[in-house]
């Protein structure tokens, strides 16, 4: 399985992560840790938050972070079928 780092066709620097989570703290911790490791992080708090995201034009994201319990009509399970329908 490769990994991020191992891959060769973009360098790690290059790669964006969204990372959806809506507890503050642990938001911040994965953020900072992502980006110390050289990745280019996006934050959303909640699914209807990172669709919004997502539906950018243009929007580069390589990898989805996502917790599975969020407040809101859809949670992490809902926000992985809908990107799957929309954005494989």
Known sequence: ?????TRGD???????VLVVEDELLILMALA??????????????CAADAI????EPG????LVF????MP???????????IFENRP
């Open 59 to 62: 929007c580069p994201i390589d």
């Open 10 to 16: 973009l360098p790690p620097q290059r790669r964006v």
């Open 52 to 55: 919004a995201i997502l539906e």
């Open 72 to 82: 809101g009509k859809m949670d992490g399970f809902g926000l992985s079928r809908w």
């Open 1 to 5: 399985m490769a990994s991020f780092e």
């Open 66 to 69: 996502s917790d599975v319990r």
């Open 32 to 45: 900072a840790h992502l980006d110390d490791k050289g990745f280019t992080v996006r934050e959303a708090c």
